[in-house]
Structure formats: structure tokens, C-alpha cells
């Protein structure tokens, strides 16, 4: 089963959580009293509908949603007197398991809670975001939503946390799909589906399939917006996940009535759409009830009750709609219970109860409740307007079109004004990180030159091998690393045999070209332990790293017999090289002055000898 904050709980078109903290005893069985009668039910059967699939969850069954008093109570406090304050790591689990048990207000607070603790670490902080966004998306606040999941997902992208990354993914889709910005949303699902197939993850590949669905038939493309939520629906099933097994038929389901909507809107046929809808989203609620989830299955079950109306399956859409919004009640989700009245005057309507369905469409119109919520009353307004103006009632018909023509522009400048707002704030989050990226480049850039000429005031600049500067700071620690492990340390003098007859009789480019050719043979004989320097002219050092002054005279031997075996005549045709050596092993506490000079001293008495040849330095500086 995936974590709790895994994914978002679906939704039907524009709900959204209770503002308002959930009902008490007394009001809960008030409204049990209150869905009888306005849905009509049958007590024969005990107040459980034996014909559908997994009967009435009755209000002693439901889960009791979380108290104020239980939110808001001070820590425990030890033995010692100090209060016990919950590490960042036990809020935000707790702020995950709020989204999951649909108690959104209080996950938001505890994500603020640990975004304002200095001590947050970034991975923290992402994973307080990535929940904060998920929060607000269910609180329909949608800015805010973008603005965090955009933040999170530059932790989660920047450490190659794939899951994470598909995750908020996942919320800034809905987020977008939700204010009808479907281009961003498309981006995201996208984006959504190839991190969870990167991350091997099928449970974030079905959230992603899923949320791909729901964007594709807000995009007008039903058939592939189908064959998404069957992907998706397939794949749930491979999985031990409740929670993506009943999203997946409730999805499915509203894409179907989104459906049998538009084949109604032409005037054609919906009875496949409807069916298959109507099948799928029965297996939504048996899902819900199986997992005693209240939020599920109302939300299952006001899908359910919109398949029925298209159908004219009134007596049914309306139990279920009473039943729903029971459940919506008992459990404080205001905006649910909202939309099944909506749903019961909807049924009122259809069965031709035109009075009926008015005067709870205007007892709807007159809570200031409903006011907040715009969406709600252009539907209201609407069909406020269509009913009276075919009843005759003009006055009144003119006064909600007015109304709902009041409505419609604000609802379109809000909707505008959240689109711009959600697009800059997309637009500075994405240019902070380009600047970001910018600074680090930049300092990335800083540092290479730094590097480079760092390099170059120590490397001789013909041979490219380390100079003298490059010596005087490299062989103190050489020196000191040797003494303190008690490793031998060699230095070899090795100069160019008549050099000077090199570039009388050839000239100085070819010298130049001896040289970087000599710098390359004691590059290949050396080691990486090894330090070899041009120290000036035809002049070079090398360092042996423990080394002993026997294996030394091996490698100078094989060093010289390379500059006699090397192919000169490349360079210049008639020319042969050779080289002397001098070798000093490193005495306890010497000099590198005293040293290297018994080093010098031992090349020019090889020089003395007759050249090409290695001469082991004496007591004598």
C-alpha cells in the first residue's frame, strides 16, 4: 500500500473540502432526520438499499473526523517539567496522514508548522512543500498550490528523487487542470508519467496514468482520455493499493459521465457511456465501503448520482444523492453536501416538479454558504433562469440571467486573474532557478579560470610540466608524507646531453621540440606518486615517491635507454638525444636545498663520467 501522502484522494469537478470544523452528535443525527425526508427513502428495508452493491454505511460505521480540541492540544509534558516538542520528521508524517484521512486545514498548518522551523533540512523542506501543495490544491487554492509544488520539485528534480518528482507532478496538473490552464497541465502529466516510469514505480505510474486521463478529457480527447483511465485501472489492479483502486473506478467513472454529458449536448447516443459509467462507479462505492472510507464513497457516490440522472434513473440518483450528503454532513464536507442538493434539485427538476425544484434551487441561491462558491451559482442561476422563463415567469427570469451575466464576468475575471497569477508565479519560480543555475555556472566558470590560472603560473608553459613554483609547494609535503611513513624518497637531476649543439646546429624551434618530447618520456616513466619538474633549460627533477635508491637507478636506466631508443629523427632528420642523471635519496632530517644539491652534484659528475649514464650522489652537498 503507498505511504499516505503518496497521492491526492480524487475529486468530483470543483469540490473541495469543509471550511468548517465537522458537525456534532446532535447535528449529525439532525441530519439523518433531514436526508430521510428530503430523499425520499424507504425505511423497509432498514434504511440500507439491498440492491446496490454494498449497501447503506450507516452514520455509527463512519469514522469520526478529527475535533478542534484533538488539533489544537498543547504537547505532553515529562517528568522533568519540559514539554515534549515532535520532531520535524513525526509532523510531517502526521501532515501526511491528514491528507489522507481528508483533514486538509490541519495538514496545511502542520506543513507552515515545519517550513517556519530554523532547523528544517532541505529534504524536509521539499517534502513539507510537496505536502503543503497537496493541501492547498484540496483547500482550492490553487496559487499557492503551484507555488510550493514548484519548489519541491526543484529539491526532488536536483537530487534525482524520481518518485517525488512524478508525485508533485501529479498535484501541479490538477492544480492546473482545476483553473482550466490545460497546456501546463498536459506538461505535468507528461512529466508525471516519465519519472514514474523512470523510477520502475507502478503505483506512481497509475497516478500519472490517471491524472493523464482526467487532463486528455478536459482537452476534449474523450477516447484517449478512456483508454488512459483503463490503463490505469489495469494497472491497479496489479497493485496492493485500496487507495488507487477505488481512484481509479471513481475516475474512470466521471470520465464516462463527462462523456454521456457531451453525447447529450449533440443529441446522441449515451447508453454505452452511461452504462459502463454507471457499472465502474458502483464499483467505486463497493471500494469505499470496503475500505470504511466516508470521503470516498460520497464523493463515489455524487458521481454515481450524476450517471443516474443522465440515465433517468431519478428514484435512485435521488437516494443516493440523500445518502451521500449524510454521510457529507455527518463528517463536516460542506462543499459535497452543497453539490447533493444541488443534485436532488436537479432530479426535482428533470422529473418535471419544476416548483419543487426552484424553491430549493432558491433556498440554495439564499445560503451564504453557497455564496463562496461561484462555480455552484452560475449552475444555479442557470437553471433558475431556464425554468422560469419556460414556466412564464419572466420577472424573475430576467432577474437571474442578470445575476448569472454578474456572475459569469466575474467568474471569468477571477479565472483570469488566477490564470495570470499562477502563470507568473510559474514564470518567476522558473526564473529564479535560471538564475540560479546562472550564479552556479558562473561560479562554476569562476572556478575553472581560477583553476586554470592556478595552473598556469605553476606549469611551465613550453613542456606543460610543473616549474619551479609548482616545486617549491608540492615537495615540502612530499618530503614531510615520506618521513612520517617512513617511505623512501628519491630526487633525479636529469638534463639534456648537448643541448646547446641541438639548437646551434638545428635552431631553437627544434630545441623546443626535443623539450616537449623529453617532458612526454618522463610523463610515461613516472608515476602518479611521482613529481616531475622542469626546472629550467634542459634541466628537469623528478621526485620518486617511495622509492629506494636501488629501484631509482632501474627507473633512471630505463628513462635513459628511452631517450636513446626514441625515434628522433621525427623531430628533425640527423638528430639523436641522450640525457645524464643524477640520483640523491632524501637523508632524516635534510635539507631540500642540501639534497637536491647532492642531486646536482651527482649530474654534473655524470656529465664528467661521459654523459648518458647515472651517477649516485656522495656524502658532499
Known amino acids: 500500500m503507498s505511504a499516505p501522502d503518496d497521492q491526492l484522494a480524487p475529486l468530483p469537478a470543483g469540490a473541495t473540502v469543509p471550511s468548517e470544523p465537522p458537525a456534532s452528535d446532535a447535528v449529525r443525527a439532525g441530519a439523518d432526520v433531514m436526508a430521510d425526508g428530503i430523499a425520499d427513502l424507504s425505511l423497509a428495508d432498514g434504511g440500507r438499499d439491498l440492491d446496490l452493491p454494498s449497501g447503506f454505511v450507516e452514520i455509527a460505521d463512519l469514522p469520526v473526523p478529527t475535533s478542534d480540541a484533538e488539533l489544537h492540544q498543547q504537547p505532553p509534558v515529562d517528568g522533568a517539567g519540559f514539554a ?6 513525526t509532523i510531517l508524517d502526521e501532515c501526511a496522514k491528514a491528507n489522507q484521512d481528508g ?120 477516447d484517449r482520455s478512456i483508454e488512459l483511465g483503463r490503463q490505469a485501472l489495469a494497472l491497479a489492479d496489479t497493485i496492493d493499493d485500496p487507495e488507487a483502486a477505488f481512484a481509479a473506478r471513481n475516475n474512470l467513472g ?21 452504462r459502463d459509467g454507471i457499472a465502474v462507479t458502483r464499483a467505486a462505492v463497493t471500494q469505499a465501503v470496503e475500505q470504511r472510507h466516508a ?16 440515465r433517468g434513473e431519478y428514484a435512485e440518483a435521488r437516494r443516493q444523492a440523500g445518502r451521500s450528503k449524510t454521510i457529507a454532513i455527518t463528517n463536516g464536507y460542506r462543499n459535497l453536501a452543497v453539490n447533493n442538493d ?29 455564496a463562496e462558491d461561484a462555480a455552484l451559482n452560475v449552475k444555479l442561476h442557470r437553471a433558475l433562469y431556464q425554468m422560469h422563463q419556460a414556466a412564464g415567469r419572466f420577472e424573475q427570469a430576467l432577474e437571474h440571467h442578470e445575476q448569472l451575466h454578474v456572475l459569469m464576468l466575474g467568474l471569468t475575471r477571477q479565472t483570469a486573474g488566477l490564470q495570470s497569477r499562477m502563470l507568473i508565479n510559474s514564470l518567476e519560480i522558473e526564473q529564479a532557478r535560471h538564475e540560479a543555475q546562472r550564479s552556479q555556472l558562473e561560479a562554476e566558470m569562476q572556478r575553472i579560470r581560477a583553476e586554470e590560472l592556478d595552473k598556469q603560473a605553476h606549469s611551465d608553459p613550453l613542456t606543460r610540466l610543473p616549474n619551479r613554483r609548482a616545486l617549491d609547494r608540492q615537495l615540502p609535503e612530499m618530503m614531510s608524507s615520506a618521513r612520517e611513513r617512513s617511505e623512501p624518497l628519491c630526487a633525479v637531476m636529469v638534463d639534456m646531453d648537448h643541448f646547446k649543439q641541438v639548437n646551434d646546429e638545428h635552431g631553437h624551434a627544434t630545441g623546443d621540440r626535443v623539450l616537449t618530447t623529453m617532458a612526454t618520456i618522463l610523463g610515461n616513466t613516472t608515476r602518479d606518486t611521482d613529481l616531475a619538474v622542469r626546472v629550467g633549460g634542459e634541466e628537469f627533477l623528478l621526485v620518486l615517491g617511495n622509492t629506494t635508491i636501488d629501484q631509482a637507478v632501474q627507473i633512471c636506466e630505463r628513462l635513459l635507454g628511452e631517450v636513446r631508443n626514441h625515434p628522433w629523427g621525427v623531430v628533425t632528420a640527423g638528430l639523436h638525444c641522450t640525457a645524464s642523471v643524477g640520483v640523491a635519496l632524501l637523508k632524516p632530517d635534510e635539507s631540500v636545498s642540501r639534497w637536491l644539491g647532492r642531486a646536482d652534484a651527482a649530474l654534473y659528475e655524470a656529465k664528467a663520467s661521459g654523459r648518458n649514464r647515472v651517477e649516485l650522489a656522495g656524502s658532499r652537498a
Open 84 to 89: 515534549r516538542r515532535p520532531t520535524i520528521d
Open 342 to 370: 444541488a443534485q436532488l434539485a436537479e432530479v426535482a427538476r428533470a422529473e418535471g416538479r419544476v416548483d419543487l425544484a426552484c424553491a430549493m434551487m432558491e433556498a440554495q441561491v439564499a445560503d451564504p454558504s453557497v
Open 295 to 310: 470521503f470516498y464513497e460520497t464523493i463515489a457516490r455524487t458521481n454515481l448520482v450524476g450517471l443516474l440522472i443522465e
Open 103 to 222: 483533514q486538509h486545514h490541519a495538514g496545511a498548518a502542520q506543513a507552515e508548522q515545519v517550513l517556519a522551523d530554523p532547523f528544517i533540512t532541505p529534504a524536509q523542506e521539499a517534502r513539507a512543500r510537496q505536502l503543503l501543495s497537496g493541501h492547498r490544491l484540496r483547500l482550492g487554492e490553487f496559487e499557492a498550490s503551484v507555488r510550493h509544488g514548484l519548489l519541491a520539485l526543484e529539491y526532488l528534480s536536483a537530487s534525482g528523487d524520481l518518485v517525488g518528482q512524478s508525485k508533485v507532478h501529479c498535484i501541479l496538473a490538477l492544480a492546473f487542470h482545476e483553473t482550466a490552464l490545460e497546456e501546463p497541465a498536459l506538461s505535468h502529466v507528461l512529466g508525471a508519467l516519465a519519472a514514474a516510469r523512470a523510477s520502475g514505480s507502478r503505483t506512481a505510474e497509475f497516478w500519472a496514468l490517471s491524472r493523464s486521463s482526467m487532463v486528455h478529457q478536459a482537452l476534449g480527447d474523450a
Open 254 to 274: 466521471d470520465s464516462y459521465l463527462e462523456i454521456a454529458r457531451a453525447h447529450r449536448a449533440k443529441e446522441e447516443d449515451a447508453s454505452v457511456a452511461l
